[in-house]
């Protein structure tokens, strides 16, 4: 529990030094704490989009988040905490698309890393696309 707290406070202090996407944050952090910690997508991601939801940050066009004036502004103010696991269908649609951003970050920085789970991510998709007929 202590770590999804602290995440919060990981994105915004990386951000406030520099641009990042969603892979790199994670990655960060894991060499931040000696290999001891690294985030899941479905923590991260959901992180992401309710701290853009809350204009303290905004994805910009190369896909990599920055701080909004608003967040420069408030910088000192302690942000709230956020976490928890998944309680309903909507949180865990949420969580699964923090992967899928994880997954289209790693495709377009580092496809190696994917490229030996295709066939998986095509099973998954397809399990995913037969329950929405």
């Keep these: 529990m202590r770590r999804r707290r602290g995440l919060r406070m990981f994105v915004i202090s990386m951000l406030e030094r520099s641009p990042k996407n969603g892979a790199e944050i994670m990655d960060d952090i894991e060499v931040m704490t000696k290999g001891w910690w690294r985030p899941s997508p479905g923590s991260v991601y959901p992180l992401l989009e309710a701290l ?26 302690p942000f709230g905490m956020h976490g928890g696991q998944p309680r309903t269908v909507e949180d865990m649609l949420k969580e699964i698309g923090g992967y899928v951003s994880y997954f289209e970050d790693l495709s377009k920085s580092d496809k190696a890393r994917i490229e030996p789970y295709r066939d998986r991510i095509k099973s998954v998709a397809e399990r995913l696309a037969a329950l929405g007929k």
């Design 52 to 77: 853009v939801q809350e204009e303290l940050i905004r994805k910009r066009d190369d896909g990599k988040y920055e701080l909004t004036q608003k967040a420069k502004e408030e910088i000192g103010w």
